[in-house]
C-alpha cells in the first residue's frame, strides 16, 4: 500500500473515490489510506500514550472505515468523516480500557475541569526533556473532551464548525473546550519555566 | 473593579471567530490590562507550539498490517455477499418450495464454505488499476499466504520451480484475487488441484 505525499483532494475528487471504491476498485481505498494515514496515526499518538497503542488505533479506525465506505455520503468532507471514526475508536478503547471515558453533557465541563487525566504519568513526562515532548507530556494530562478539541483546532487545523461535526457538539461547547484545553496547556508550560 | 476579558474571548480572538463588536471591545480593553495581554500571550504561544509539534512518521508495517486486515474483510465481505445473492435467487423461484429452497440453500452454503474459495474458475476482467509503489511482501488472501518472489505473487509451499500452466483472464475475476488486481503482476497459486498462474494486466493495459 502506497503512502505517497498527500494531497488533499476536492469534493468532486472524493465522491468520484467513492464510487471507484462502490464498483470494486481497491486503489480508492489505498489513495483513501495514503491520504489520511499519517493523520489518524497522529490523532491516534495524542490521544492515547504510546506509538504502539496508536498504530493499534490506526489498523481499527481503517478497517471501520473501508466497512462504511459505501455509506459516506458526501454530507461532510471525507477527512471529517474519517476523524469522526478515528475520534469514536478512540473513545470505545478508553471505554474498553475501563478508563471513565464519557461523552460529556455541558455541565460535565466544570467538572472534568477539576479532574486530571488518570492515565497520565508526570514522573515519566518530566523525564521528557525536549520541548514537543513537554507538550505532548502536558496535552495527555488535559482531560480528553479539552484535548480532542485542541488537538483538531490546533494540531489539524480544524474549523469550529467541523470540530462541532466531528464532536457532533454545539459551536458554544466547541469554543468553550478549545479555550479551557489551551488555558490547561497555559499553566502547565508556564508553571514548568 | 475591573472587569476582565473572558477566557473564551481571548481564545477565540486568536482563531478569529470574534464577531466585530465583540473584537473592537476586546482589543480596546487589551490596550489598558496588562493582565488580560499577558493571559492572551500566554495563550498565543501555546497555540504557536501546538501548531509546530511535529508530525510523526507512522511505522514502516503499519499500511501492510491494515492492508491484511481489510484484505481479510474483503475477503469475508465478498463470500458473505455471494452466499446472500445466491439464496435470494433461489427464493425468487415461483416453483421452488422454501424447505426444499432451504435445503438447497443450505447445502451450498455447505459447498462454498468448503470449497468456495480453492474451486473458482478464474476468468478475469478488466483492470483499471495504478500500480501501488511500495507493494509489500507478503499478504493473506481467504486464508492463503502469498510470498512475492522474483515480481511473482507464489502460493507459500509451493515450489519456486514447479511447472505451471499460465492462464488468460477471462471476463469476471473470482473476489478473492481481487487484492492482487492493482499489481500489474503475476500470481501463482494452487487452482483445481493443479499449479497456475495468472498475469494480472497492469493499469495502463
Ligand atoms: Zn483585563
Given amino acids: ?193 | 473593579m475591573t472587569v476582565h476579558v473572558s477566557l473564551e474571548q481571548l481564545s477565540s480572538y486568536l482563531d478569529l471567530e470574534l464577531a466585530e463588536p465583540e473584537r473592537l471591545g476586546l482589543e480596546h480593553h487589551l490596550h489598558d490590562c496588562a493582565s488580560c495581554r499577558g493571559r492572551l500571550d500566554g495563550l498565543r504561544s501555546v497555540v504557536a507550539r501546538l501548531e509546530r509539534l511535529e508530525q510523526q512518521a507512522p511505522p514502516s508495517e503499519l499500511a501492510f498490517l491494515v492492508e491484511r486486515r481489510v484484505a481479510a474483510e474483503a475477503d469475508r465481505l465478498g463470500l458473505q455477499g455471494r452466499l446472500e445473492r445466491t439464496i435470494k435467487t433461489l427464493f425468487i423461484q415461483p416453483s421452488m418450495t422454501p424447505i426444499f429452497g432451504l435445503v438447497v440453500a443450505l447445502a451450498l452454503i455447505l459447498y462454498l464454505f468448503s470449497f468456495g474459495v480453492a474451486r473458482q474458475q478464474i476468468r478475469g476482467t478488466r483492470l483499471v488499476v495504478p500500480v501501488s509503489p511500495a507493494a509489500p511482501v507478503a499478504r493473506m488472501i481467504a486464508g492463503r499466504e502469498f510470498i512475492r518472489t522474483d515480481g511473482v505473487w507464489v502460493e507459500r509451499g509451493l515450489e519456486p520451480t514447479a511447472p505451471v500452466t499460465v492462464l488468460e483472464l477471462g471476463v469476471e475475476i473470482p473476489v478473492e484475487l481481487l487484492p492482487f488486481a492493482g499489481l500489474g503482476e503475476r500470481v501463482r497459486l494452487i487452482q483445481d488441484g493443479q499449479v497456475v498462474e495468472v498475469v494480472f494486466p497492469r493499469a495502463a493495459d
Fill in chain 1, 1 to 193: 500500500m502506497s503512502t505517497a505525499p498527500v494531497v488533499m483532494p476536492s469534493p468532486a475528487t472524493e465522491i468520484d473515490l467513492i464510487e471507484r471504491h462502490r464498483i470494486g476498485d481497491p486503489s480508492a481505498f489505498e489513495e483513501i489510506y495514503s491520504q489520511h494515514e499519517k493523520m489518524v496515526f497522529n490523532l491516534a499518538l495524542r490521544m492515547t500514550r504510546s506509538p504502539e497503542d496508536a498504530a493499534e488505533l490506526t489498523q481499527e479506525v481503517f478497517l471501520r472505515v473501508y466497512r462504511h465506505l459505501e455509506r459516506f455520503r458526501g454530507s461532510s468532507t471525507l477527512k471529517t468523516w474519517v476523524f469522526r471514526i478515528a475520534l469514536n475508536c478512540c473513545r470505545s478503547r478508553f471505554r474498553r480500557r475501563r478508563l471513565t471515558f464519557r461523552e460529556p453533557s455541558p455541565g460535565d465541563d466544570d467538572a472534568l475541569e477539576r479532574i486530571a487525566d488518570p492515565r497520565a504519568d508526570p514522573e515519566r513526562d518530566a523525564l521528557n526533556s525536549g520541548l514537543g515532548e513537554r507538550l505532548d507530556a502536558a496535552l495527555r494530562r488535559v482531560p480528553l473532551a479539552f484535548r480532542e478539541a485542541v488537538v483538531l483546532r490546533d494540531v489539524h487545523g480544524f474549523s469550529y464548525d467541523e470540530i462541532g461535526e466531528i464532536l457532533r457538539i454545539r459551536i458554544g461547547t466547541v469554543r468553550s473546550r478549545i479555550a479551557r484545553g489551551r488555558e490547561r496547556l497555559r499553566c502547565m508550560l508556564e508553571s514548568e519555566q
